[in-house]
């Protein structure tokens, strides 16, 4: 009898979703952790590789050996990228964040692994990267793989998939919040809920639980404690704040011009020439100054003991500045945490001994580096509850937690006002994509031919001026489509032009055809292109409709226009408010039972029909043949309804349950199906 309870007990709570999350959250905190582990060991068996036997194998070069270990490192990489360039392109926190906004979309895994390698030999290799990216990476590539091995509904890969990247940051700077608001406002873009905290919480303290027990659990950075000075001397961390602003938006202009300069080269020069002749220079100037070399870690180090020179500090705050955007735009793997904190602790000492000279002042430097490294982290990634955060965790100390405050505000302020997006915006939108919140993202990738209306006018080329005029009187449409005997379009004609012609009318009306009087000069769309790229043409040519045509470019199957994207964007936000906001009744929704939203609106659950099963949501097209809105699909996986946020080419299952949304009369003639 105790058994039959304790087993109904057990039964019942791993059905319960709350449960659910906390093992998905701990699992995946774990195996991150794990991996975060075997990543940091990596990177230093690949430097004991690099440095210490490849060094000892070209003893002939003596101590220059360490110039070609760089570009090594580099050569290793480029061959890499030439093998397998799919898995190479996708790379950095971007990938995370476009798996995390697109809903659940999957990692590849080989792509996880090819990352992983390539980053622990550009890391270990002595080039001048963090290892927080490709960790980011790491961990929500693994989490991403895991969420789709167990086949967990859409909205879960996507929360576990930031909670990876966020406890891989947890797990490399062994900083736990600092992990959960990297997740929160690098890969969530600020959009969370009630149900993501407590998995990013629960996964980032597993990782970093696991990173202490292999890695230990003493602060990166050696340091005294810090004395900021009275609060009378505020200012002057306000000042640094600025001075790491401008430093922070002169990194990321810099990292995008050189983007684009390696874009060109790249087509004219082999990308192994190009980034073994970067790796030499990184190598020649780890000759001259050996902090430049790896993480930087050490070379902070140094700078908070105040072991390094004015000018040695100046060169090498040049050095990480120029050379990080070069083995990164030309290729390379890492990240820019670790750089961003380097640059922050040189300005940061600079800055304080400058004081100390021009002032006479004794202010404590010490407090200066610290704070400038969180303020130029914050500057350059857009992340400041996140940099305020990782110092802190990083550096346990409480001491200089104002001044650090106030600095990393400043900071990103004013790169905000600067820049207007981040440098992971930038790199988004070099691939296509423009977001400011994951809802803006799914909006924008809606294909055209999902909106576009195709109550189009045709208009022969050969036709005459008067039944050009009557058409246009009598149609609804301002814009003709000029097309020829096959029916390809040649061009358009607009009310403005007939107007133009109306005081010859009389001259004119027997000779002027279609052809004589159409504009040639058409911007067109193909159906498959996104509203992104519509609405990108929409800004360059300052025009209202645009022509959808096939994929030869020859026939016109519809137009769209700015308010047709404006009625799905209203559209698209009114059914995200509509899962926010119910999304606790729908999932007590039983069979074919309906909750009533407003006047005249209604959302079911219901078991699709026979006909519909099998069917692709893209077939079936539910807003034009049945006037409804999929919100969501309720999943029965071994009696625990999962919740699953459906894509166009999601195929329709026997079991499946329906939650729809429309007008009550259109819901109506569906539950009767």
Same mark, same amino acid.
């Given at each position: 009898m105790n058994k039959e309870i304790i087993k109904k007990f057990f039964s019942q709570t791993i059905r319960n979703d709350f449960t659910l999350n906390i093992i998905y959250a701990v699992a995946t905190g774990i195996i991150v952790g794990l991996s975060a582990v075997l990543f940091h060991n990596s990177i230093e068996f690949f430097n004991e590789l690099f440095f210490? %036997? #490849?060094?000892?194998?070209?003893?002939?070069?003596?101590?220059?050996?360490?110039? *070609?270990?760089?570009?090594?490192?580099?050569l290793i990489q480029s061959v890499m990228i030439f093998l397998?360039?799919?898995?190479?392109?996708?790379? $950095?926190?971007?990938?995370?964040?476009?798996?995390?906004?697109?809903? $659940?979309?999957?990692?590849?895994?080989?792509?996880? !692994?090819?990352? +992983?390698?390539?980053?622990?030999? @550009? *890391? $270990?290799s002595g080039n001048t990267v963090g290892p927080e990216g490709p960790a980011?990476?790491?961990?929500? $590539?693994?989490?991403?793989?895991?969420?789709?091995?167990?086949?967990?509904?859409?909205?879960?890969?996507?929360?576990?998939?930031?909670?990876?990247?966020?406890?891989?940051?947890?797990?490399?700077?062994?900083?736990p919040i600092g992990g959960i608001f990297f997740a929160l406002e690098i890969i969530l873009l600020n959009e969370f809920s009630t149900t993501s905290v407590p998995i990013l919480i629960l996964s980032s303290i597993s990782a970093s639980a696991i990173s202490r027990t292999f890695l230990g659990n003493e602060s990166i950075f050696v340091f005294?404690?810090?004395?900021?000075? @009275?609060?009378?001397?505020?200012?002057?961390?306000?000042?640094l704040g600025v001075l790491a602003g401008i430093i922070s938006f002169a990194f990321v202009s810099y990292s995008n011009k050189t983007e684009k300069i390696f874009s060109r080269i790249l087509k004219?020069?082999? &990308?192994?020439?190009?980034? #073994?002749?970067?790796? /030499?220079?990184?190598?020649?100037?780890?000759?001259?100054?050996?902090? *430049? +070399?790896? !993480?930087g870690y050490n070379g902070i180090n140094q700078i908070l003991s105040g072991s390094l020179t004015f000018q040695v500090v100046l060169i090498l705050l040049v050095l990480k500045f120029i050379l990080v955007p070069l083995i990164l735009n030309s290729g390379g793997f890492g990240g820019i945490f670790a750089p961003s904190l380097f640059i922050g602790a040189c300005s940061g000492y600079l800055y304080g001994s400058g004081l100390n000279y021009l002032l006479g002042n004794q202010f404590d430097v010490t407090a200066f580096v610290l704070v400038g490294m969180g303020a130029v982290l914050g500057g350059i990634n857009f992340i400041p509850i996140s940099a305020i955060l990782i110092i802190f965790e990083m550096t346990k100390d409480y001491s200089f937690i104002l001044p650090l405050m106030l600095a990393v505000v400043t900071s990103t302020m004013f790169v905000q006002?600067?820049?207007?997006?981040?440098?992971?915006?930038?790199?988004?939108? &070099? %691939?296509?994509?423009?977001? @400011? #919140? #994951?809802? =803006?993202?799914? +909006?924008?990738?809606?294909p055209v031919k999902s909106v576009m209306r195709k109550d189009i006018v045709l208009i022969s080329e050969d036709t005459l001026?008067?039944?050009?005029?009557?058409?246009?009187?009598?149609?609804? %449409?301002?814009? +003709?489509?000029?097309?020829?005997?096959?029916?390809?379009?040649n061009g358009y004609i607009s009310e403005s032009e007939l107007k133009e012609l109306i005081t010859e009318y009389e001259s004119i009306r027997d000779i002027l055809v279609a052809r004589d009087i159409s504009k040639n000069k058409i911007v067109t769309v193909l159906e498959d292109d996104t509203l992104d790229e519509v609405l990108k043409l929409f800004e360059i040519y300052d025009i209202n409709e645009i022509p959808v045509i096939s994929a030869d470019k020859k026939k016109v199957l519809g137009t769209i226009s700015r308010n047709d994207i404006i009625a799905v964007y209203n559209k698209e936000n009114l059914r995200a408010e509509i899962i926010e906001q119910l999304s606790f009744n729908l999932l007590k929704l039983e069979k074919v039972k309906r909750i009533k939203v407003f006047e005249g609106y209604s959302i079911i659950e219901k078991i699709p029909p026979q006909e519909l099963i099998g069917k692709t949501l893209s &077939? /079936?097209?539910?807003?034009?043949?049945?006037?409804?809105? *999929?919100?969501?699909?309720?999943? =029965?996986?071994?009696?625990?309804?999962?919740i699953v946020f459906p894509h166009s080419n999601y195929v329709i299952e026997k079991d499946d349950k329906l939650i729809l949304f429309g007008k009550d009369e259109d819901v109506d003639n569906f539950e009767n199906l």
């Open positions: 210490h %036997q #490849t060094a000892s194998g070209l003893f002939f070069l003596g101590a220059a050996a360490v110039i *070609i270990i760089p570009a090594i490192g580099m397998s360039p799919e898995y190479a392109s996708k790379k $950095g926190v971007t990938e995370v964040i476009k798996a995390v906004a697109l809903n $659940g979309n999957r990692i590849p895994f080989r792509s996880t !692994i090819f990352n +992983f390698l390539a980053s622990v030999i @550009s *890391i $270990g980011a990476r790491l961990g929500g $590539g693994i989490a991403n793989k895991f969420a789709f091995v167990f086949k967990l509904p859409d909205n879960k890969k996507s929360i576990l998939t930031a909670a990876g990247a966020g406890a891989a940051i947890s797990a490399i700077f062994n900083t005294h404690s810090p004395n900021p000075g @009275s609060y009378l001397y505020l200012y002057h961390y306000a000042l004219k020069i082999p &990308q192994w020439i190009v980034m #073994t002749s970067i790796g /030499l220079l990184v190598g020649i100037t780890g000759y001259f100054y050996k902090y *430049i +070399f790896g !993480i006002l600067t820049l207007k997006k981040s440098i992971h915006e930038r790199y988004l939108e &070099q %691939q296509g994509y423009r977001i @400011s #919140t #994951t809802r =803006d993202i799914k +909006f924008r990738l809606i001026l008067p039944h050009l005029i009557k058409d246009l009187i009598e149609s609804k %449409q301002s814009v +003709f489509y000029v097309v020829d005997k096959e029916g390809n379009l &077939q /079936l097209d539910f807003r034009k043949n049945f006037g409804l809105e *999929i919100l969501m699909i309720k999943k =029965d996986f071994s009696k625990n309804e999962n």
